[in-house]
């Protein structure tokens, strides 16, 4: 006998075996043995535990409150928000679920229910397995430059960080695994208070293309800038930079970390990572023509999709205890509703914040956000001739 048809055989014998009588089971026990030449033993268990009675059986345990329609919803808003931990995820539902409504159509009350009620730390179990799937790895491409290091003071918390325009910048290298020729970066800004982010692409880290960049920038923040901070990178430590922030008429407060400290940028460090490398990851582009590409969807679909629908948390309290350091973060919020609450917006910002807030979706914003990315990888991928 086959193994297709030894199959077909035990599911049928497992029906009339599930459905006989403690005397007729016996009976169908023997003939199945004698048919499949199975050990007895080895044909009970085939016979109880064979898949056909899986709808039958109910779990161990409690029920399963969290079923597939829970998950379904869960699943799409948590890869749409770029894999967030349970912590950051379980804030926003009531923010992204009505633009899930309109993007996926109708979803059960029942099921709404469940979702503001399940907790942080079972969104966490469910999305276990999967996550260490989309981990990354790479490798750090500062070199320190020497200019003017002396007159640029190290940071050392002096700064009002509960007020936005206090910014921290810091570039990530496109450059796969050499540092060698040129190539795509991109150069990261976070401002501290709020968490609002902006991006922008050069070709090589000249000071005059970086300059640039920061000073479009400036113009698309909704505050000012009154404190900028960055590593001891040469495209950073110059006097183009130095003299744009400190020789106008309200200076701004130029610094930069300890050399070899990256703990010192922290907060920028870590947008590095959730910002752009889970997005485009640590492939090489040495095609500048990606450049115009990246920075058109960084000045549209991007800014806005991590501005105004994925939240962080801040580091309000630490405290040693004996051998054991004790930390407390605030409730997640986005950086869109940081700067709502914070009282040195103007209400003219904020009301324009909340128009555009109004006007946006997550899920179109993510759809636009991968078909740009397709192109620019696609671009990436094909032999770039100079002229």
Not at 376 to 382: E, P, V
Request: with cysteine; proline share 6%; glycine share 4%.
């Amino acid at each position: 006998m086959s193994p297709k048809a030894k199959k077909e055989y035990t599911s049928l014998m497992a029906q009339r075996y599930r459905n006989a009588k403690k005397p007729q089971k016996s009976i169908i026990l023997n003939e199945f043995c004698k048919v499949t030449g199975y050990h007895r033993k080895h044909a009970i268990r085939k016979l109880k535990r064979f898949k056909f009675f899986t709808r039958f059986q109910q779990s161990p345990g409690r029920p399963r409150i969290y079923n597939r329609f829970v998950l379904e919803v869960l699943r799409k808003i948590w890869l749409t928000a770029n894999l967030p931990c349970g912590k950051r995820l379980k804030p926003i539902l009531d923010l992204w679920l009505p633009s899930y409504v309109k993007t996926f159509g109708y979803i059960d009350p029942l099921v709404v229910e469940r979702l503001k009620t399940i907790s942080s730390a079972t969104i966490d179990r469910i999305f276990k397995p999967v996550r260490p799937k989309f981990k990354k790895r790479g490798f750090s491409a500062t070199r320190s430059g020497t200019l003017l290091r002396k007159q640029i003071p190290i940071q050392t918390n002096q700064w009002d960080q509960t007020r936005p325009g206090f910014i921290e910048s810091d570039t990530v290298h496109h450059c796969g695994q050499s540092l060698a020729g040129q190539y795509v970066l991109t150069v990261n800004f976070d401002d501290i208070a709020s968490g609002w982010t902006e991006q922008r692409a050069v070709w090589t880290k000249a000071e005059g293309p970086i300059l640039g960049q920061i000073k479009d920038v400036e113009e698309s923040l909704p505050f000012p800038i009154l404190g900028f901070d960055s590593d001891n990178g040469g495209e950073f430590i110059n006097k183009n930079l130095f003299n744009y922030f400190t020789k106008r008429r309200v200076p701004v407060q130029f610094t930069r970390s300890r050399a070899y400290h990256t703990q010192d940028n922290a907060h920028i460090e870590q947008k590095n990572n959730t910002h752009v490398r889970l997005w485009l990851g640590y492939d090489r582009l040495t095609n500048p023509l990606i450049v115009p590409l990246l920075n058109d969807l960084y000045k549209n679909e991007w800014r806005l999709f991590h501005n105004f629908f994925c939240p962080s948390v801040k580091l309000i309290e630490k405290k040693r205890i004996d051998s054991k350091i004790i930390k407390r973060y605030d409730k997640p919020k986005t950086p869109y509703q940081r700067l709502l609450e914070s009282p040195y917006i103007k209400q003219e910002t904020k009301l324009t914040l909340k128009e555009q807030f109004a006007s946006l979706n997550p899920f179109e914003l993510r759809s636009m956000i991968e078909n740009k990315l397709k192109k620019i990888f696609r671009l990436a991928k094909k032999p770039y001739k100079d002229g």
